[in-house]
């Protein structure tokens, strides 16, 4: 689960609500947000956990970061 993946911020705008996206571009769909960028980032961390716990549940294959 500590692997490096590459983490995406992106400020929201109002009309979304405002605060900040947090993205893993590799494991698709994986994305939290939060009123700032380290919220956004310890957000997505559940994130991570619920997206390998379910592609393991799955069987589905897990991208490892290069």
């Not at 993205?23 to 947000?33: F, H, I, T, V």
């Not at 956004?40 to 799955?58: D, G, P, R, V």
């Amino acid at each position: 689960m500590n692997l490096p993946y590459k983490i995406e911020i992106t400020p929201l705008s109002k009309e979304d609500g405002g605060g900040y996206l947090a993205a893993l571009p590799l494991l698709n769909g994986c994305q939290s947000d939060g009123h700032t960028p380290d919220e956004a980032i310890n957000n997505l961390e559940e994130a991570q956990k619920a997206w390998i716990t379910s592609a393991l549940k799955h069987g589905d294959s897990i991208p490892v970061p290069q």
